[in-house]
């Protein structure tokens, strides 16, 4: 889900929004006001990952802009309600009693260069990062300077640069400062201010020729070509529990993350978000937040589930709850979320709809282990978003839990949640093998017990039954066509044999092989549609079947095609008939492993995935290995002249098709040419 390509239909909504929130700018009072509609919409995931608006989650409630602001960078809100502000171009920290809505003191310091970063631990002490004087300074609560961590005197960090720009500390007193420049990671220190190493460090996104270069260069010649440096980290937070939390730009994969204590990633799936973040957040519930640049917030789940985003990106008029740009975001003890406009130095805070507390509610009524109100608070939800994919998972787990599977199948469906719908669906196989495995057993020894009685009552009557049986097969496998089609299924293991047939003319017929290639399409199409839930990545509806069927036959006729061509002038013994027949004769096990796959699906879990993978790798290599062994016989070429003629094929296929794309859209080009040059000549004729 890559947020940076946000689709035409959201940017259409928020420019329509334009009229209407110039109006509420008009009307709200020259300091605070409280506006009462959204002036952005809310967005949430729907079940293929795509952004759909919901309901509004968040409201834009108190704009602030008393304050005198300037380029504030940063926000912090500590365990008594009170806001903290960067106030970075003012050389300050405002303290602001958010309940009162007034500035409750400020911070200044003589030896404040540019205080980008703010933290206050549950004691009341106060930690400013300042980039310009190179520190971190310390106060108390009264404003006493306390301290200041310089830079760190450890050998290892001799060549780092030392500017801090955002601060965190955790319960224990380590402080963890994100520094300008710093591509090492986060720094952390002790209370101490001694240097204790990185914490967390970012990989860096390697292009496909430096991964190459990676692979095959020696460390000098790495050193000599490029300098990689992985994305640097905008934001560190530590919530309660001493969780370090850090936000990156530059990356839309894992820019927000939730570290162990040892530095890694805690989210076991990919978390997607804007490739700008600012800054994150973690409130009382656990519920993470992220800030972008561009104006959006981001809310999370404390397992990286993504709940909610709204906000946009103004530059041109000031709109209440639009940002031209977002540094950073903090949330109060109620849950209001407040944010600072980096340019335009106003506080603008977010109230959440009772939309929004249901679904929090519902959350955490499902962590706590309440799975039955668990599911009743999500039903509510449903009531108001009957296709709300966070509320059909919740009541999705309700039932897991309570070991409803087959009733937690239909919301996981629902949801698209294959990971849960693969529990759930083990559970419901397994009450199933247990119940009917006897009987099955029963019948399959029955049906061995039945035929044995009818082999051993024929052999007393001379055997007749099982003469006629071969004489019916042998009749049957008489007619050219089904003989010929049933040659497919000696062909793969004695390519050798089977094809010098086909070359001497001998066997095989473009009838038979014609059905063969009929069947296999329809075997692909299957196991491209028809697949089970699990297994099935890709919807039939968001399918572009007119590509699918136009490409099977597309690549198959040019396969036939080059490899005549190009064999023809190689001194090729096949004609094209049997370059024809090749490829059928030589489909059948991977024709075996997709019909196999697609059965096999439906009575598969997620933890099974690999005993498809294998049908799948066994069913392809044999039918290349069996046409390439046909193109061998067929040709009478040694091994090297097959490889030759394969990659001269394939040249040839991509030479054409590149050669047809262009004629493709010369001709589109021609043809919208002559039907506009058509449309004047009636216009200005009639």
Not at 108 to 129: H, L, N
Request: charged share 20%; aromatic share 12%; net charge negative.
């Amino acid at each position: 889900m890559i947020k940076g390509n946000i689709s035409k239909k959201r940017n259409i909504m928020k420019k329509l929004l334009f009229l209407p929130a110039v109006l509420l700018v008009l009307l709200q009072t020259p300091l605070q006001v409280s506006a009462n509609q959204a002036t952005s919409y809310t967005y949430a995931a729907d079940e293929n990952d795509y952004w759909e608006r919901t309901q509004d989650a968040y409201l834009p409630d108190k704009t602030v802009t008393e304050l005198g602001l300037s380029s504030p960078e940063d926000l912090f809100i500590d365990q008594e309600n009170m806001l903290y502000i960067a106030d970075t171009g003012n050389k300050r920290i405002v303290k602001y009693d958010i309940r009162r809505g007034q500035v409750e003191d400020i911070l200044t310091c003589e030896e404040f260069v540019s205080p980008r970063g703010v933290c206050v631990t549950a004691a009341g002490d106060i930690y400013v990062a300042d980039v310009g004087a190179k520190a971190v300074l310390i106060f108390d609560k009264d404003f006493n300077q306390t301290g200041k961590l310089g830079r760190p005197d450890a050998p290892i960090f001799a060549d780092t640069n030392y500017e801090p720009k955002r601060v965190a500390v955790d319960s224990g007193g380590n402080v963890y400062l994100i520094g300008e420049g710093v591509y090492n990671g986060v720094i952390q220190l002790a209370k101490t201010g001694e240097f204790l190493g990185y914490f967390a460090v970012n990989d860096a996104d390697l292009t496909f020729s430096q991964r190459l270069q990676q692979l095959l260069f020696t460390r000098a010649q790495l050193a000599n070509l490029m300098d990689i440096n992985p994305t640097v980290f905008t934001n560190v937070f530590v919530d309660q529990d001493g969780i370090v939390y850090t936000a990156t730009s530059g990356t839309n994969r894992n820019g927000m993350k939730k570290h162990s204590t040892n530095g890694g990633n805690m989210f076991k799936t990919d978390v997607w978000s804007y490739d700008d973040l600012t800054d994150v957040y973690v409130d009382n519930r656990g519920l993470i937040y992220t800030s972008s640049a561009s104006g959006y917030i981001d809310i999370y789940s404390k397992n990286g589930e993504e709940i909610f985003s709204l906000g946009s990106a103004v530059t041109t008029v000031d709109i209440v709850g639009l940002f031209a740009s977002l540094p950073s975001i903090a949330v109060d003890l109620d849950g209001n979320i407040w944010a600072v406009d980096g340019s335009k130095g106003y506080l603008q805070s977010f109230k959440p709809t009772e939309y929004a507390q249901m679904v929090y509610q519902s959350m955490d009524l499902y962590e706590n282990g309440l799975y039955e109100e668990a599911m009743a608070s999500w039903n509510e939800v449903l009531k108001l978003n009957q296709m709300s994919v966070l509320a059909h998972n919740g009541v999705g787990k309700a039932y897991l839990h309570a070991e409803d599977y087959a009733a937690s199948l239909e919301h996981f469906e629902v949801a698209n949640n294959k990971d849960f719908y693969s529990q759930s669906f083990w559970e419901v196989r397994n009450k199933w093998i247990q119940k009917w495995l006897g009987p099955i057993l029963g019948a399959v020894i029955g049906l061995f017990v039945l035929k044995k009685i009818i082999q051993i009552a024929d052999s007393k009557k001379g055997g007749h039954l099982a003469q006629g049986l071969r004489q019916a097969r042998e009749k049957a496998g008489r007619v050219p066509v089904w003989k010929d089609i049933l040659y497919a299924l000696k062909t793969p293991r004695h390519p050798m044999d089977y094809y010098y047939e086909i070359r001497q003319h001998r066997q095989g017929s473009v009838l038979a092989c014609t059905v063969i290639y009929a069947l296999f399409f329809l075997d692909f199409m299957a196991f491209k549609t028809l697949k089970g839930f699990i297994y099935q990545t890709v919807k039939v509806e968001d399918m572009d079947i007119a590509s699918i069927v136009l490409g099977f036959f597309v690549l198959l006729g040019l396969f036939i095609i080059c490899n005549y061509l190009v064999t023809s002038i190689n001194d090729g013994d096949g004609t094209f008939k049997q370059i024809y027949m090749i490829p059928a004769y030589g489909l059948m096990p991977t024709m075996i492993a997709l019909f196999g796959v697609t059965a096999v699906s439906y009575i598969l879990t997620f933890n099974e995935s690999f005993l498809l993978t294998i049908a799948l790798v066994i069913g392809i290599t044999w039918s290349v290995i069996t046409i390439f062994i046909g193109l061998q016989t067929v040709h009478d070429y040694t091994f090297g002249e097959t490889v030759k003629s394969i990659v001269l094929t394939v040249v040839f296929m991509i030479i054409v098709a590149v050669v047809g794309i262009i004629i493709s859209i010369m001709w589109n080009s021609l043809y919208t040419f002559l039907t506009s040059v058509g449309k004047e000549m009636i216009q200005n004729v009639f």
